[in-house]
């Protein structure tokens, strides 16, 4: 097996590809200039510190916490809504910035600062050491100074981010997201015996359940409610302890959600439900100051129940209550409703004087050329025009104003105004700083575009011979790519990058059609229409159904942003009319059988185990379900049958069938390579039987509402292969469907969109390589199956159709004219208000489709294999 990039030219510019990748993120994705050191207790007025209100702190984070999961009528949570009624707790629903996932959460909480979207790799990467926050300032590691002593049970994320910080730990793998009890259990273990604990000020405590049945089968799971009834049931034993242990009584208890989840279960992008967990402060000491209110309760808006807060605002409230310095980087502001706790309107004003200048101080490091001197009051702090850092500069004025007029007074009327004056302050210091421009380094942003524009540049003179002799597709094409990189720069185009591939197409098919009326061809079997007429007649319906089966494809995964609740089959049909959709997968799995079967060896071993993997696969896909998804297979004539294999071990049954197949593909690859040991006539035979093979790992890898789209995909490539495509339309044929498959399959530009559902199928411990392959096989399971599917079609063409050198010019022209484009959007646009959470998720996903789909797939899976070539 080698590679044939086509010419030098190409072969250059494939090399250039991930360097100039490697370049851009360099500069793209750099880490935030921070503050060093520590912050200290400095009155700066010679005033005395108000009263601490707390000693010590229990911290409990329930992964994905969305707010309705504990505010709203269909809560679990009862006893924390009776807390909520009471006046035990104050209720908020936390803003979660995006990305929402957990590292850059948990750091927005203890630093209080804006993570960078860096983070997003890192998170993923259990492995990584780079992001501790061992030497940064947190509310954590200003308790470690004080010389108190921490406790962790739960996400090891935890233990990644503050090494050597906990006295006692026992961290647990957030990213095995099969499991919904045992890592839940591991932790619920350790309360009780930490409640009675004495040597402890911090208790921090990460339950990953909630957010791992999310990930299987969505907010609205049957496992959920369960779950939500025993998180309460945690929340019930903490306050308990909290009333009747002595030393507990000056201990606050803290329960939030690091991030939401979307209507799928998922996050990570900028949804409503992804960025509004709920956040509750929870003592017996509210209900003493007259704190109550009502639960549950209708959300003002989406998700927003109570008042709304930023989630940095965590670290300044509870670094105040704890007579604690504020964390240096913190961007937070302390929550109005905490101030409460202390009762003179000196001691209030006070805690908002020290978050005020700790936020100064910050934005003073950020904008050096501004002194922040009263006697520089501008005329635009007169006349309200000014904006921007001018408009916190003359918020500061007005702070310092009021400030000399109190003149120590101890009179709580007057600290009114100053009070709102400082609110105001920090609400502006807070937001210029949050939505400050991250600290590119252009030279490496330049650098890894002009690196990509001359790959691009090697690529044209292929992409001219191409022209001379393919004009009417290669037009199409450079007006695909050039319509495709105008809308890189619009955010909403960006969203619903869908809409693009499905008309593009639309636009596609009718170029085939009236292509297909001047031809006879083969089938996708290889056997020959003898009839010009009847060929003519059976093309002509085939367009129809490609086009009817276009149409239906689309609308099985509705994605975006715009028209994501939309209804659609695999959400709302299918799950309505769950015969219907088990009759569709056993015929999937039932064709795909049938098509192995009769493509290995007439052996009565390879009779038998044809079948056998088939109904393996089935089964395992029967047990699954019933284990993760059981609404599926309810009332249905599976579901006797599901219930008696629903004690099936899933894990080796995992690895029987995904081993079965490798060894499969595996047989027909090195049978392929090795040419005397079949007749070369079999080639095509062993081709099939690693296509089948590849379909039946890809169908086990998606989800249940997925597969029948494999029966749809199947039937697209049959008619296609009764069109007499060249090697430049079949690349571009295979191009486009590998995109509308990724869509259709439920994929997006979103990070939220990410399945991980099927990224654990096999795996006993956590393994982020294994994890890793079987996430991307998942998520692009539709463009691997279309990759398949080219090369089997280039078998079924005469051998001058089937130029692989043509081929893969035209993945390397499209490749690298992408690559620039939204290279250079995210460059123009990197101050744009939706640069995190629309231009950043592309590129990432970007270097997925260039990095894997394109080298790791697209290249090798045409990589040239001499007994392919037809006979």
Same mark, same amino acid.
């Given at each position: ?84 009624? &009471? ?38 990467? +259990? ?84 957010? &791992? ?34 030393? #507990? ?58 008042? %709304? ?47 005020? !200048? ?12 501004? *002194?922040?001197?009263? +006697?520089?009051? %501008? ?23 009021? =400030? ?72 199409? #094409? ?16 960006? @969203?619903? +990058? ?33 009839? /010009? ?6 093309? !002509? ?40 959709? /088990? ?47 059981? *609404? ?5 004539? =599976? @579901? ?17 069938? =995904?081993?079965?197949? #490798? ?62 495509? %060249? ?13 509308? %498959? ?42 691997? /199956? ?49 640069? /995190? ?35």
């Amino acid at each position: 097996m080698h590679l044939n990039p086509g010419s030098w030219a190409i072969l250059i510019a494939n090399i250039f590809i991930p360097v100039a990748i490697l370049c851009f993120s360099s500069g793209f994705f750099p880490y935030k200039p921070l503050l060093p050191g520590f912050a200290t207790l400095d009155s700066g007025d010679g005033e005395s510190r108000p009263p601490v209100i707390f000693d010590k702190v229990i911290f409990m984070v329930v992964d994905a916490l969305r707010s309705d999961f504990v505010y709203s009528s269909n809560s679990g949570f009862l006893f924390t809504q009776s807390l909520i009624r &009471h006046g035990n707790a104050l209720p908020f629903t936390a803003y979660a910035s995006s990305p929402t996932v957990t590292m850059p959460r948990l750091k927005a909480m203890t630093t209080g600062s804006v993570p960078s979207f860096l983070d997003v790799i890192l998170n993923i990467a +259990e492995s990584d050491t780079s992001s501790t926050l061992a030497h940064q300032d947190t509310w954590l590691a200003q308790l470690k100074r004080r010389g108190d002593r921490l406790v962790m049970y739960g996400d090891d994320t935890w233990l990644k981010l503050f090494p050597g910080m906990f006295d006692r730990a026992d961290g647990t793998s957030s990213f095995f997201v099969s499991d919904f009890t045992e890592v839940d259990n591991n932790v619920t273990r350790h309360i009780g015996d930490e409640l009675l604990q004495d040597d402890w000020s911090a208790f921090i405590i990460h339950y990953l359940g909630l957010d &791992h049945i999310g990930h299987k089968s969505g907010p609205q799971s049957p496992h959920m409610i369960p779950k939500q009834h025993e998180m309460d049931s945690v929340v019930s034993k903490v306050y308990l302890a909290l009333e009747e242990e002595k030393h #507990l009584e000056s201990t606050l208890f803290v329960l939030c959600g690091d991030h939401g989840m979307n209507d799928a279960g998922n996050h990570g992008g900028s949804s409503v439900g992804e960025t509004s967990p709920a956040l509750l402060f929870i003592s017996p000491k509210f209900q003493l100051k007259g704190a109550h209110s009502q639960s549950p309760i209708e959300p003002t808006h989406d998700l927003q129940y109570y008042q %709304t807060v930023e989630q940095p605002d965590i670290t300044p409230t509870l670094a105040s209550l704890l007579g604690l310095p504020i964390p240096l980087n913190s961007l937070g502001v302390v929550i109005p409703e905490l101030l409460m706790m202390w009762d003179h309107g000196h001691e209030r004003t006070k805690i908002l004087l020290d978050n005020a !200048r700790q936020l100064l101080r910050t934005v003073r490091e950020s904008f050096p050329r501004y *002194e922040f001197d009263p +006697e520089q009051v %501008t005329s635009d702090c007169d006349n309200g025009h000014a904006d921007g850092i001018e408009a916190v500069q003359c918020a500061w004025f007005h702070v310092h104003d009021l =400030l000399q007029k109190s003149n120590g007074s101890r009179d709580d009327d007057i600290y009114l105004d100053l009070e709102s004056a400082i609110f105001n302050f920090l609400r502006l210091a807070q937001n210029l700083m949050s939505s400050a421009a991250s600290d590119y380094d252009l030279k490496y942003l330049y650098l890894g575009i002009g690196i990509t524009t001359l790959a691009v540049c090697l690529s044209v003179p292929a992409m001219h011979v191409l022209l001379l002799t393919s004009k009417p597709p290669i037009m199409f #094409l450079l007006m695909s790519v050039l319509s495709y990189n105008g809308l890189m720069f619009a955010s909403s185009y960006v @969203e619903e +990058e869908q809409q693009f591939w499905y008309w593009l197409l639309t636009g596609w098919m009718c170029y085939l059609h009236i292509k297909s009326l001047s031809h006879q061809h083969a089938n996708f079997f290889g056997r020959k229409e003898t009839h /010009w007429s009847m060929s003519q007649m059976l093309v !002509r319906l085939g367009m129809v159904v490609l086009a009817a089966s276009h149409r239906l494809v689309r609308r099985w995964n509705q994605t975006g942003q715009k028209f994501a609740a939309e209804p659609d089959i695999s959400r709302d049909f299918l799950r309505s009319h769950k015969d219907i959709l /088990w009759f569709l997968i056993i015929s999937t799995y039932a064709v795909t059988g049938t098509r192995l079967t009769s493509s290995l060896p007439k052996h009565a071993l390879w009779c038998v185990f044809g079948p056998s993997i088939t109904i393996a696969a089935f089964l395992y896909k029967v047990v699954f379900v019933e284990s993760e998804s059981p *609404e599926l297979l309810n009332e249905t004539i =599976l @579901e006797p049958f599901a219930a008696k294999l629903g004690g099936t071990p899933l894990i080796p049954h995992a690895r029987f069938v =995904l081993c079965g197949l #490798l060894l499969l593909m595996l047989y027909s690859i090195c049978t392929m390579v090795v040419p005397r040991i079949l007749h070369r006539q079999n080639s095509a035979t062993l081709a099939r039987v690693f296509h089948e093979s590849l379909t039946f790992f890809l169908m086990t890898q998606s989800k249940a509402t997925n597969i029948p789209i494999f029966l749809v995909l199947r039937a697209q490539a049959y008619i296609l292969s009764s069109i007499n495509l %060249t090697a430049t339309e079949l690349a571009i044929t295979s191009l486009i469907m590998q995109h509308v %498959t990724f869509f259709a399959f439920g994929g997006s530009n979103s990070i939220s969109s990410v399945d991980l559902s099927n990224a654990y199928n096999g795996i006993g411990s956590y393994n982020v390589i294994l994890v890793g392959i079987l996430m991307f096989i998942g998520n692009w399971a539709g463009p691997i /199956w279309w990759v398949s599917a080219s090369r089997l079609l280039q078998g079924s063409y005469s051998s001058q159709h089937c130029d692989k050198k043509a081929h893969i010019t035209v993945l390397t022209f499209y490749a690298t004219t992408t690559l620039v484009s939204v290279m250079v959007s995210c460059t123009v646009l990197r101050a744009h208000l939706f640069i /995190w959470t629309v231009f950043s998720p592309k590129y990432l996903y970007t270097m997925a489709w260039i990095l894997i789909n394109y080298f790791a797939v697209n290249i090798l899976g045409n990589a040239e294999l001499p007994v392919l070539k037809s006979t």
